[in-house]
């Protein structure tokens, strides 16, 4: 039967916006399916037809997810670019994309990307010279794929004042740490169930390290401050040393361990009443009932706290061909709709007078782990240590093994929560305490947010 509801009528139209696109990869031969197939529909939105006039790869023959027309093929990028009015850059990696987006920018095309690897080393600069030139870009897809996360930051929350911003935006990382925590899996184990299932790629050093997290943590920092923020501001510690031990205790303790990207504002050490921002990405316990910590699989979500909204949660898929399609064409409709109706590109608005804080100025709550001797006055030992170096004790348990038929004194397994402490004065806790002659490793020591 025939649908009810009529389909968008293809409207006459004198305008038509040539796309170029660069890349037909998982991402890219989603997209060019769309824009063939929904033609009409994009038209209708837009006020002009998308008309894609060649799509630039590096094999012609390759094989594709996607049956594209064969004739839009070329391995020629920078002629296809030099024609365009919109270029959808969907390569990847630094070079020839960065090179490309320039000579985009500078024959006046709007350029929409979804290349956070390009972003992070680069964007400062590329953004620089799509203002001075006056063209857009955008890159919705460079954070967490689907989600629209980014326009809602620029546009819906432009007249609200943002304090914080918490992102599971590594679907592999999180992908890992779930499956650590519902099987019991260890790091390696989840890594290689990842890699098989697709989620993690054959070198997964960028996502496990926190690298594509942070390089998105800053994406997300300077729309939200409103100050530019590089890849080096990012204090980044990724999920390599976390253990199933960790994930245990942490569960066991109520708390379910994530790889966040957080960026916040934050009073500046020795300055009274002046606020700057941290952004850092490391593995972070949080308490199971905060809404992050439903964020199963490879799915991303982030979590927004603003002065009047309050708190906003955004999921989604954060990444997959079609899924990240979708905010690509995103920004390619909004950019027609203003090359037809007119108006101003770009809505991010980079102030750039939030100074940026190290990871120094960040207070969090911490949780360690430590293996001691099960001997009388072990406790009082640390106690007294942390003490000495200001940090306060919440919580402090303790598990002790002994083998069996062993009469020995055995260890004893200690997890304590801190209060909120400094940076610096944990680290030198940490150190005093593995210099105790009872402590036979310090086996973790690990954020702790969202309480
Ligand atoms: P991909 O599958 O590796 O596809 C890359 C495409 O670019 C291929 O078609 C390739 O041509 C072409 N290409 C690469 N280098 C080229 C060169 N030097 N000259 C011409 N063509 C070249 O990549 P993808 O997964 O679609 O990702 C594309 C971009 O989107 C990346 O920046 C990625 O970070 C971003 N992104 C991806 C996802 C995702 O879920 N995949 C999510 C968010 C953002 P051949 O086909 O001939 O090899």
């Known amino acids: 039967m025939d649908s009810a509801v009529p389909s968008e009528p293809a409207p006459a139209l004198t305008k038509t916006l040539k796309v170029a696109l660069l890349g037909a990869g998982n991402v890219g031969a989603q ?17 002009a037809r998308l008309e894609l006039t060649g799509i630039a790869v590096r094999n012609i023959d390759a094989p594709r997810d996607v049956e594209l027309p064969r004739a839009l093929f070329t391995t020629d990028a920078s002629a296809l670019v030099r024609g365009a009015d919109v270029v959808i850059e969907l390569m990847g990696g630094i070079e020839p994309a960065r090179t490309l987006i320039l000579e985009a920018i500078e024959h006046g095309a709007t350029v929409v990307t ?44 432009s007249g609200d004042k943002i304090t914080r911003v ?40 960028a996502d496990i390290e926190g690298h594509d997290a942070a390089a998105k943590g800053a ?26 031990d960790d994930i245990a205790a942490a569960k066991e303790a109520g708390y379910v361990i994530k790889l966040l990207a957080i960026a916040e504002k934050l009073a500046v050490p020795g300055r ?16 199971r009932e905060h809404p992050l910590a439903a964020v199963h699989g490879a799915f991303n979500a982030v979590f927004i706290e603003a002065e009047s909204a309050g708190e906003l ?22 950019a027609a709709r203003r090359m037809v109706l007119g108006g101003p590109g770009r809505t991010e ?19 360690i782990g430590l ?30 093994h002994r083998e069996p038929g062993d009469g020995g004194p055995g260890t004893a397994e200690l997890r304590i929560v801190t209060h909120r402490a400094a940076e610096a004065s944990l680290a030198a806790t940490v150190e005093a305490i593995k210099g105790l002659d009872v402590i036979n490793s310090v086996t973790s020591v690990l954020r702790v947010e969202g309480v």
């Open 31 to 47: 997209v060019a399916r769309i824009l063939l197939q929904d033609a009409d529909a994009l038209a209708a939105r837009t006020g």
């Open 114 to 157: 979804g290349n956070k690897a390009l972003l992070a080393v680069d964007g400062p600069s590329l953004y620089e010279k799509a203002d001075a030139a006056g063209v857009e870009l955008s890159y919705e897809a460079a954070v967490a794929g689907a989600i629209p996360i980014l326009r809602p930051i620029t546009d819906s929350l």
């Open 166 to 205: 918490m992102g599971i935006v590594n679907g592999t990382t999180n992908f890992i740490l779930d499956q650590m925590d519902t099987t019991g899996a260890q790091f390696a184990d989840a890594l290689a169930e990842a890699t098989r299932l697709g989620y993690a790629e054959a070198d997964p050093t």
């Open 219 to 244: 994406i997300l920092a300077s729309l939200a401050f409103h100050t530019r923020f590089a890849l080096e501001d990012v204090h980044c510690q990724g999920i390599t040393a976390v253990t199933a």
């Open 272 to 287: 009274e009443g002046a606020a700057g921002v941290s952004v850092r990405v490391h593995p972070t316990l949080l308490p």
């Open 313 to 334: 949660m955004f999921y989604g898929q954060g990444a997959g061909g079609t899924p990240t399609a979708s905010a690509v064409l995103g920004d390619v409709v909004s």
């Open 349 to 367: 608005t980079t102030t750039g007078v939030v100074p940026v804080l190290g990871i120094d100025a960040v207070q969090t709550r911490y949780y």
């Open 371 to 400: 293996d001691a001797a099960d001997q009388p006055g072990v406790l009082s030992k640390i106690a007294a240590l942390f003490a000495g170096h200001g940090v306060s004790i919440e919580t402090m348990r303790q598990t002790v």
